[in-house]
């Protein structure tokens, strides 16, 4: 059984800056690629950034240049540093692998950003 447990999520004002944490724990081993997704009230859940064992990336277009993802393999932790938030980011973010496992979903961590 692997939990994944998403952290630092917050209100933060439009242009400030979170710093999200998923910490990996259970029967963990060393994720091929691991992504950020997030869900707006009444959207999709969708996929925002991603990360593979060799640090290859991926954005999403409507974060790209704003938002970092990083992982630290040997802590089984991914990270997603936003900046220049927008009121539009406003989501549940969750952190799975890429593609995502259903039964690898948390709870996730709320950001709100308020213009």
């Known amino acids: 059984q692997v939990q994944l447990v998403e952290s630092g999520g917050g209100l933060v004002q439009a242009g400030g800056s979170l710093r999200l944490s998923c910490a990996a724990s259970?029967?963990?081993?060393?994720?091929?690629?691991l992504g950020w997704y997030r869900q707006a009230p009444g959207k999709q859940r969708d996929l925002v950034a991603a990360?593979?064992?060799?640090?290859?990336?991926y954005y999403a277009d409507s974060v790209k240049g704003r938002f970092t993802i990083s992982r630290d393999n040997a802590k089984n932790t991914v990270y997603l540093q936003m900046s220049s938030l927008k009121p539009e980011d406003t989501a549940v973010y969750y952190c799975?692998?890429?593609?995502?496992?259903?039964?690898?979903w948390g709870q996730g961590t709320q950001v709100t950003v308020s213009s």
């Open positions: 799975n692998t890429h593609p995502p496992r259903w039964d690898y």
């Open positions: 990360i593979t064992s060799d640090g290859d990336t």
């Open positions: 259970g029967r963990t081993r060393v994720f091929n690629a």
